[in-house]
């Protein structure tokens, strides 16, 4: 099928919006190690509205009970994104994804997928042309009983031959697929000829206005934003995307880099926008980092701890004259924190909680409570409150709700100083933990007060952990600034053999160590958690 249709709108001077899909719950749950528990996917879907995200792909339902009652709990919780379950070319997945769906109402979308290029059909489907558009055809149809919002993907679309990947995307607009995704799912993609290929489909598919144009781009080359904006230039509507850009292998294209990219260069696209509300993409990416483990590098674009500093005297020079000789956009336009005292310990909790609106943070009523009491606690122990405190203490509070976690009720170290210490010295930590009415008590030694608390948090939970990564940055400025520890750490349960599970932690404090003892025992939290094994020794004192 390859009738050429001449193409009647100018990509780049048609004025429509592009549609920003984020996949942070789907593609980008699908990093290694960033699983999130309902809650917290919860409070990422929450602030994706905030942001104004127009699809949020909350999961693949059929994927395992827990995302299925994800989605569901997503769409139930929504307000006006689009929610949107991920199904294959199958009925039992189209079916699951209807159900988890539903509760959005009018606002509901099914995403179904079949690959399409010759080495999937080969060698994972072993299905040839024929086959795959109708079974495209026909779970686009079947999909469409259920559900009136269907978007097709062809799986490995920028590997597909052209003249076929047109084929496909007819018959599932004749199906009733109002928007067709063309994935580069291997990242193997370049600007141009992905730009082309979407040219290609805008002059080759004779329905192709009856559907909106996605793009899906991974990062394996570095290149998924590049493409996507080259696919917008070129027709494409839909920009999926992941906040920081995580997702499978390298990730997907990062949604604050598309996004800012379109606005401050607003010139390469004829006036098209996004919905979303960039003051708030800062804000959504320390979220996104907090709950899943996977820390920005400090020079990422938009929201990296260096995206708005200026280290050489010529550029600080430059600043304080204009900003503009230096920067693109203002670090205020995306959510950066500003360095004023913005609250005090006499603040109210009405002031807080405006505050965190103006944040872009959605905090739930009933963490509202928790996160005062928290508020109040620094406030008196610092002498001033800034923007970085408070997005640190709402991740803090979103993070300390899984259930059945252990809570560091007392820790004391000491190490050796003086003659002798340094390289080889002990240090010892005593730790107590605590669950409901559970305290459990011990103490171990270890390298440094760090490794000390860690080992003793190992002996009460029954774990042994290594560290893969940690880091430490200081959340504001001053030597009463609050201290956030990141790491990564391989955890098993004592006598288990096998590589063990990579999980993130985080904890904050104004004290490192004890910073870094919350970090650890909130990344055994997790672990524990996720395998369900919540029977830690029953020593109790
Ligand atoms: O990368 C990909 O092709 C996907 C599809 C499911 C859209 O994630
Ligand atoms: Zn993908």
């Not at 269907?150 to 047109?166: C, Y």
């Not at 993130?504 to 025992?521: M, Q, R």
Request: glycine residues 10%; charged residues 25%.
């Amino acid at each position: 099928m390859t009738t050429t249709k001449p193409s009647t709108t100018n990509p780049i001077t048609n004025t429509d919006r592009v549609l920003i899909f984020d996949t942070t719950l789907r593609d980008g749950e699908q990093s290694p190690g960033a699983s999130m528990n309902l809650a917290e996917k919860l409070e990422v879907a929450r602030t994706l509205e905030t942001l104004g995200v127009d699809i949020i792909e909350a999961g693949f339902p059929v994927a395992s009970p827990g995302d299925f009652e994800a989605v569901k709990a997503i769409a139930e919780q929504s307000t006006r994104s689009i929610i949107c379950g991920l199904a294959r070319a199958l009925k039992g997945d189209i079916d699951r994804a209807a159900e988890a769906v539903k509760p959005a109402g009018k606002r509901a979308r099914i995403h179904v997928f079949l690959a399409t290029s010759a080495i999937h059909r080969q060698f994972k489907l072993n299905k040839v042309k024929e086959e795959i558009v109708k079974q495209a055809r026909e779970s686009v149809a079947y999909a469409k009983t259920l559900i009136d919002d269907i978007e097709f993907s062809p799986e490995d679309a920028s590997r597909t031959e052209p003249d076929f990947l047109a084929e496909v995307v007819q018959a599932v607009i004749e199906a009733g697929a109002r928007t067709v995704n063309i994935p580069d799912t291997v990242g193997y993609a370049y600007p141009n000829d992905y730009a082309d290929l979407i040219t290609y489909l805008r002059a080759n598919v004779k329905d192709i206005d009856k559907a909106v144009i996605s793009v899906h781009c991974h990062n394996d080359l570095g290149l998924a934003v590049a493409n996507s904006l080259a696919a917008v230039r070129a027709g494409a509507r839909q920009v999926e995307c992941t906040i920081n850009g995580i997702g499978e292998r390298a990730g997907n294209c990062s949604l604050e880099e598309v996004v800012m990219a379109m606005r401050v260069r607003k010139d390469m696209f004829g006036g098209i926008t996004t919905g979303i509300a960039s003051a708030h993409l800062y804000g959504a990416s320390r979220l996104v980092q907090s709950i899943t483990g996977l820390m920005v590098q400090r020079n990422k674009a938009i929201v990296g701890d260096n995206a708005f500093a200026h280290e050489s005297g010529i550029h600080q020079h430059g600043m304080m004259k204009n900003p503009e000789c230096y920067e693109i956009m203002t670090p205020k336009s995306v959510g950066v924190p500003e360095t004023n005292l913005v609250l005090g310990k006499h603040s109210g909790r009405a002031a807080l909680g405006k505050h965190l609106e103006t944040l872009g943070l959605g905090v739930s009523e009933s963490d509202m409570g928790k996160l005062f009491d928290a508020f109040k606690v620094l406030a008196d122990r610092k002498k001033e409150v800034y923007d970085g405190d408070l997005i640190a203490l709402v991740e803090e509070v979103v993070r300390g709700r899984t259930v059945d976690s252990w809570v560091l009720d007392y820790l004391h170290t000491a190490s050796s100083s003086g003659e002798g210490a340094g390289s080889g010295a002990l240090a010892t930590a005593t730790v107590r933990l605590k669950k409901g009415e559970q305290r459990i008590i011990d103490a171990a030694t270890g390298d440094g007060p760090v490794d000390a608390a860690v080992q003793a948090i190992n002996r009460i939970c029954g774990f042994t952990g290594s560290v893969e990564d940690f880091r430490l940055r200081a959340v504001t400025k001053g030597g009463d600034a609050q201290g956030e520890v990141s790491i990564r750490v391989r955890v098993k349960p004592v006598g288990e053999d096998g590589p063990g599970i990579v999980v993130g932690g985080k904890g904050l404090s104004t004290d490192i160590v004890h910073a870094s003892a919350l970090a650890y025992l909130d990344a055994i939290n997790r672990v524990a958690f996720q395998t369900g094994r919540l029977d830690y020794r029953n020593a109790t004192v």
